[in-house]
């Protein structure tokens, strides 16, 4: 079991940067697969980054890839989104979801436990 609490949205303009937080807590959190995913007005869930149990493996989407990355830090069972060079189109929920799964996977079907969301709201 793994329970996930994001954090660090909020309401930022074009070009400036957020860095989104997910404390979880349970046994099995260092042996998860970590993603973020986002959902937009009216949209279904997005894989947008994820990272392997060990950290060793990231991948992203190719609309965030060069300006976001995602890290973890096992001895806090933290999961960190580093946003920078934000676009209105970057607006939305904001997830954090983790999978018993060896690799990093962006079906949203795949990741058993997820967070309660934090909204990301970026002006032009």
């Known amino acids: 079991q793994v329970q996930l609490v994001e954090s660090g949205g909020g309401l930022v303009q074009a070009g400036d940067s957020l860095r989104l937080s997910c404390a979880a807590s349970?046994?099995?959190?260092?042996?998860?697969?970590m993603a973020w995913f986002r959902r937009a007005s009216g949209q279904e869930h997005v894989f947008v980054a994820g990272?392997?149990?060990?950290?060793?493996?990231?991948y992203y989407a190719d609309s965030v890839k060069g300006r976001f990355t995602i890290s973890r830090d096992d001895a806090k069972n933290m999961v960190y989104l580093q946003m920078n060079s934000l676009k209105p189109e970057d607006t939305a929920i904001y997830y954090c979801?983790?999978?018993?799964?060896?690799?990093?996977?962006?079906?949203?079907?795949?990741?058993?436990?997820w967070g309660q969301g934090t909204v990301v709201t970026v002006s032009s």
């Open positions: 979801a983790a999978s018993g799964l060896g690799i990093v996977d962006t079906q949203v079907g795949n990741y058993r436990y």
């Open positions: 349970g046994r099995t959190f260092s042996s998860s697969t």
């Open positions: 990272t392997n149990w060990s950290g060793s493996s990231t």
